[in-house]
């Protein structure tokens, strides 16, 4: 790989003593290709797997699997992610030990999103925003295939986040950059880089923390990362922040062994990932408090209403979910949704300031007088385990799911739970000479092949 002059020249200026080794390990070596598994599923690490250093839930795989044609990557059972970004992870773990209200601000595709939900306190509220309406699907698709109901996806600019006063105990800001981390995987991030870019997104970044920061409370933590190595994207703006907001740095306890570089200056502790040092891609982090001299104020509701209004739980959605005394129920348009009641009032707000895109989770929609259930349903941890059939199927019948083909089953008339290697696919309507495949048409694999060997992760 070609790395451009102006860049090398950057490196060598900023680390002097590592710029070989790292310019050489950016430019020579291959990505290494690691996992999370999904914990809430009773998922595990494969025995004998190299485990991820900073994440317990994590480790790397011997080359690159084809993920696609894994049953178990559809059903929520693991997400692929690199090493590096899942030290989100070990920062929650160590610096929240309560419940929360957690907001990820730049969150799409969602890897940093389904880390803080396995790492967060139980009965923490997370808010998953993407302003890219795009990528804001993506996101709802990556969070509903994770299954954990108190979470919430919405779409809005960090200005309008900022209505949310004093909301959030957490705010992560993995935001927009240079992409200098990851020239090994993104051709395009290499081929775009210039100073300019540089200068243009540090410039942003301040632009999204000065938005968003009155969404979070006093004394609440700012977790800000980047994919980039220079400093005007990194120490430079951690300095900002302190100096703006008089930001009080937060050190995160780290093992020596995980060989993760310090700032290159300042006095703020800071994170760095570096593919000569680490076994991942490049990654800056620092963890600051807002000051607790603010008295905390609440969002102001003004005259916004939620779309989303109550709606009595059906007997028959009653027994779909394992603890539905748990959930209230909200109609959004033709969909019934099942929303944590402990969070519900929390939710309300998110929904009548700044809209949402999706909260907890979606139990079916309204077809005439029958409710169908949804493929979110299928793949809830809230879902009850006995609720529906289940019928267990083999690996092509689980890939011909997966395409969107029809698909022969023996199992009982009516809706059906698809599972492969225990993992729940999503549903069939089985009509006894055949079966309707419900899986959506959004999800579906569009590759025709099938591999002479199945693919298994986990």
């Known amino acids: 790989m070609k790395l451009p002059s102006q860049f090398i020249s950057q490196i060598e200026a900023l680390m002097p003593d590592e710029a070989e080794a790292l310019l050489k390990a950016i430019a020579d070596t291959e990505p290494a290709v690691s ?3 999904n914990t809430a599923r009773g998922i595990a690490v494969p025995a004998g797997a190299v485990r991820v250093p900073w994440c ?3 480790f790397y795989c011997d080359g690159r699997p084809r993920f696609t044609f894994d049953p178990a990557l559809h059903a929520g059972a693991y997400y692929v992610q690199d090493a590096s970004s899942m030290f989100i992870a070990h920062v929650i773990r160590s610096l ?3 419940p929360v209200r957690y907001l990820d601000l730049c969150a799409a595709p969602g890897g940093k999103t389904t880390a803080a939900m396995q790492a967060l306190p139980q009965g923490s509220l997370l808010v998953a925003n993407e302003v890219m309406p795009q990528r804001a699907k993506a996101l709802c698709d990556n ?6 109901p108190s979470c919430a996806v919405t779409s809005a600019a960090a200005d309008r986040i900022g209505r949310l006063t004093h909301f959030f105990d957490v705010v992560a800001a993995d935001v927009p950059c240079s992409g200098e981390g990851m020239f090994r995987k993104d051709v395009t991030a290499l081929e775009q880089w210039s100073p300019r870019l540089v200068e243009d997104c540090a410039a942003l970044q301040r632009s999204i923390i000065d938005d968003a920061w009155d969404a979070l409370r006093p004394g609440g933590l700012l977790i800000y990362s980047t994919c980039t190595y220079n400093r005007s994207e990194d120490e430079d703006n951690v300095a900002y922040i302190i100096e703006k907001y008089g930001a ?3 050190e995160v306890p780290t093992n020596d062994e995980w060989n993760i570089a310090g700032a290159v200056c300042g ?3 800071c994170y760095r990932f ?3 040092r680490t076994r991942g891609e490049g990654l800056f982090m620092a963890v600051l408090r807002k000051p607790d001299t ?3 104020r609440e969002p102001k509701m003004k005259k916004a209403k939620p779309s989303q209004r109550p709606a009595k739980m059906p007997a028959t959605v009653s027994q779909w979910l394992a603890q539905p005394d748990d959930y209230e129920i909200k109609m959004s348009g033709d969909s019934l949704i099942a929303v944590p009641a402990v969070h519900a009032q929390s939710l309300a707000v998110v929904e009548a300031i700044v809209g949402v895109l999706s909260m907890g989770v979606e139990l079916g929609v309204t077809k005439g007088k029958s409710l169908v259930p949804s493929h979110a349903l299928a793949l809830s941890t809230a879902l009850r385990a006995d609720a529906f059939a289940t019928v267990e199927v083999d690996y092509a019948t689980a890939i011909a799911y997966l395409r969107g083909d029809a698909v022969v089953i023996d199992a009982p008339r009516g809706h059906v739970l698809l599972t492969c290697r225990g993992h729940v696919l999503g549903f069939a309507n089985n009509l006894g000479n055949r079966a309707n495949n419900m899986y959506p048409k959004p999800l579906r694999i569009l590759s025709t092949h099938i591999p002479d060997e199945p693919v298994k992760v986990v």
Do not use: F, K, N, Q
Not at 143 to 148: A, D, E, L, S
């Open 267 to 269: 006095d703020a502790p």
């Open 294 to 296: 603010e008295r905390r």
């Open 143 to 148: 969070v509903m295939r994770w299954g954990t």
């Open 96 to 98: 929240v030990t309560g």
């Open 35 to 37: 996992v999370r598994v």
């Open 56 to 58: 317990s839930d994590a």
């Open 274 to 276: 570096m593919p000569h």
């Open 248 to 250: 009080l740095p937060v």
